[in-house]
């Protein structure tokens, strides 16, 4: 697609940005997995990071039989009129999303500001 720049994906999802003709749009990071997108600024994906990261520690699929299969987790969003329910697997694929797109966007703020010479 010309209309977008990538900035990582993974077997679940992807994250660009939006081209508007021959400019970049920067300010905000599409985010889209599981037939969802959110249209994101950096901090709310650190948040969002977060609350995956509350969620990770908080599942207990051991002593369960169905292992993960389930949509047992209620994954909350920065968004807060909206909640995901997904199950494990799946919400280790949404954090290996976020937490690559957060590595790529401070990776490119850092190469373009710090690591100039």
């Not at 949509?71 to 969003?77: A, I």
């Not at 999303?97 to 690559?100: F, N, S, T, V």
């Not at 703020?109 to 690591?115: A, E, F, I, P, Q």
């Given at each position: 697609m010309d209309n977008v720049e990538t900035i990582y994906i993974n077997d679940f999802g992807v994250a660009f940005y939006w081209r508007k003709e021959y400019e970049v749009l920067t300010g905000r990071v599409q985010i889209v997995f599981k037939e969802t997108g959110f249209y994101l600024s950096k901090n709310e994906i650190r948040k969002f990071s977060e609350m995956i990261g509350d969620a990770c520690s908080k599942q207990d699929c051991g002593s369960c039989c169905a292992r993960g299969r389930c949509?047992?987790?209620?994954?909350?969003?920065p968004l807060p009129e909206i909640?995901?329910?997904v199950s494990?697997?799946?919400l280790t694929k949404i954090q290996d999303?976020?937490?690559?797109t957060l590595f790529h966007l401070e990776l490119n703020?850092?190469?373009?500001?710090?690591?100039r010479n």
């Open positions: 949509h047992r987790f209620l994954l909350k969003t909640d995901l329910a494990s697997g799946e999303l976020i937490e690559g703020d850092y190469l373009n500001t710090v690591g």
